[in-house]
């Protein structure tokens, strides 16, 4: 794991009076977002560093982690590169969270990866692949980084929409339906502390990956006419309006915990013109 702290001065160009409007929400507050170089994790860092968060963010891919270093001019982003797969990694983000940070408000867990593949193209590594990144690695983060978690804070998990059935997506979806299944035990667990624990559930989300690092451009062509068809508002949904609502969970919905809210454009909300 390496540190590639970005270090340089706040330059954002957002106009002054919006920023110090904005600037109240997070003031002060300290964040983790793991999977932040790229997509929405990364809109999800924006958001807060505009509103005056402090954020550890994580990547693993070096070219990402360059780009988000370039991008995230402000001396309250510490980028670092951490693999979810990695325990040792997974470990040593906590020493890293505590010495930037101290203590911790936010934890948003929203790395993933999928890969498309039916059920006779899937292996035995690709299975794992899945589990590891997404199920251990938010599991592990979450152990991990608990012990500097202020009580009152809250966790947040990227999941998937309920009802994103895309055929080639099994594993995936098995890896992301663990994380559904143990976020609501970890609820449960962290009332003492006043932790709430809570999802955003993105539908078709319009990203440079569409969350599969792997598809080829035709691919993603398609992926993301389906997701525009498919939807019952009509269009994908866009990496800050997935931001806007992991940051509500986070700060605004103080008496929520234990919600998967969907960020999906009515697609798993049985309305019409939800073509599954
Ligand atoms: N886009 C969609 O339509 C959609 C829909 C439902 C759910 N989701 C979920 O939403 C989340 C964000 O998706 P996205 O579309 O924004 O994807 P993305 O642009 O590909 O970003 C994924 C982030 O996770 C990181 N990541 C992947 N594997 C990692 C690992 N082993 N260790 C650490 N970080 C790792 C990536 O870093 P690297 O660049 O270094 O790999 C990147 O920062 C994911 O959990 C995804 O499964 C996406």
């Given at each position: 794991m390496a540190l590639a702290g970005g270090h340089r001065s706040n330059t954002h160009h957002t106009p002054q009076l919006t920023r110090e409007t904005k600037?109240?929400?997070?003031?002060g507050k300290t964040a983790v977002v793991t999977g932040?170089?790229?997509?929405m994790g990364l809109a999800i860092v924006k958001q807060l560093l505009d509103e005056g968060a402090e954020v550890v963010l994580t990547g693993r891919n070096e070219k990402n982690i360059e780009g988000a270093r370039t991008e995230l001019v402000s001396d309250r982003a510490h980028v670092v590169r951490s693999d979810a797969a990695s325990m040792a990694d997974v470990r040593a983000l906590a020493d890293i969270a505590q010495e930037k940070l101290g203590r911790v408000d936010y934890l948003f867990v929203n790395h993933g990866l999928a890969e498309v593949q039916t059920l006779d193209e899937v292996t035995e590594e690709s299975w794992d692949r899945h589990f590891a990144i997404n199920t251990k690695g938010a599991f592990f983060t979450v152990q991990s980084l608990s012990p500097l978690l202020n009580d009152g804070g809250a966790i947040v998990f990227t999941t998937v929409a309920n009802d994103l059935v895309f055929p080639g997506l099994s594993a995936y979806a098995g890896s992301k339906d663990a994380v559904r299944a143990f976020a609501h035990v970890l609820a449960a667990e962290y009332l003492p502390r006043r932790i709430r624990v809570n999802a955003v559930a993105p539908g078709y989300i319009k990203t440079?990956?569409?969350?599969?690092?792997?598809?080829t451009d035709q691919e993603r062509a398609d992926f993301e006419k389906q997701g525009g068809l498919s939807t019952p508002l009509k269009r994908m949904g866009t990496a800050e309006e997935v931001a806007a609502a992991a940051l509500f969970l986070a700060a605004?919905?103080?008496?929520?915990?234990?919600v998967e809210f969907p960020v999906d454009g009515g697609f798993a909300q049985g309305l019409p013109g939800a073509e599954h």
């Open positions: 600037m109240s929400r997070f003031t932040g170089t790229h997509g440079p990956t569409m969350g599969v690092p792997g598809m605004d919905a103080t008496f929520t915990t234990n």
